[in-house]
């Protein structure tokens, strides 16, 4: 059972607009911890795609984007690609456990 | 450039210890946390622990709090995971990540399988 609760998966068709939801409390999200997002490929690292809510790193196509809001956080990807499959996780600092959580991820399938 | 490069994969029998490396290069060492973060076979992304190069503090997810020890050598710029009281549970991949604090992890280690059996 993860601090910050994910779907555990979300689909769509290329071309279309996917979102992916990271709901946490008071203690993390909602205590204005930033927020950060990460890419995982099958068999390789994470990748950081977002970080502090809303900000890419160079490089990450604008393609991807986030928001959040209270005690939730949210990750669009629109123009889906076939090369977007993967799994997404978020990320935040949480107060009462005064450590770093992640949520569960989300599986991404293009179909 | 920045690389992050872990030590191999290992087997332990259960109730062994495991130490892990992460030898960092193409930035100051010292400038950032080390986060060590753990995922098991078909599983979602674990923090264990951060260690501060700079000043040798640690902090510890409170599950790990008494099985593992975050240290580091700034002369070769590397940083060590243990893990100690092992079962197989602990099989997982192991990565080292750079944190930026507000910015996020920004780089991660290729990954050490450890495989914990008997």
């Known amino acids: 059972q993860s601090v910050l609760t994910q779907p555990p998966s979300v689909s769509g068709a290329p071309g279309q607009r996917v979102t992916i939801s990271c709901t946490g409390s008071?203690?993390?999200?909602?205590?204005?911890?930033?927020v950060h997002w990460y890419q995982q490929l099958p068999g390789t690292a994470p990748k950081l795609l977002i970080y502090?809510?809303?900000n890419r790193p160079s490089g990450v196509p604008d393609r991807f984007s986030a928001s959040w809001s209270g005690t939730s956080a949210s990750l669009a990807i629109t123009g889906l690609q076939a090369e977007d499959e993967a799994e997404y996780y978020c990320?935040?600092?949480?107060?009462?456990?005064?450590?770093?959580?992640f949520g569960g991820g989300t599986k991404l399938t293009v179909l | 450039q920045v690389q992050l490069v872990q030590s191999g994969a290992e087997v332990k029998k259960p109730g062994a210890s495991v130490k892990v490396s992460c030898k960092a290069s193409?930035?100051?060492?010292?400038?950032?946390?080390m986060f060590w973060v753990r995922q098991a076979p078909g599983q979602g992304l674990e923090w264990m622990g951060w260690?501060?190069?700079?000043?040798?503090?640690?902090n510890s997810a409170q599950k790990f709090q008494d099985r593992v020890t975050l240290t580091r050598d700034t002369s070769i710029s590397t940083a060590y995971m243990e893990l100690s009281r092992l079962s197989s549970d602990d099989t997982a991949v192991y990565y080292c990540?750079?944190?930026?604090?507000?910015?996020?992890?920004?780089?991660w280690g290729q990954g050490t399988l450890v495989t914990v059996s008997s």
């Open positions: 990540a750079r944190d930026t604090v507000n910015g996020g992890v920004d780089y």
């Open positions: 193409g930035y100051t060492f010292t400038g950032y946390y």
């Open positions: 260690i501060n190069p700079n000043t040798t503090g640690t």
């Open positions: 008071s203690s993390n999200i909602g205590a204005d911890y930033g």
């Open positions: 502090d809510n809303t």
């Open positions: 990320q935040s600092y949480d107060s009462s456990l005064s450590g770093v959580v």
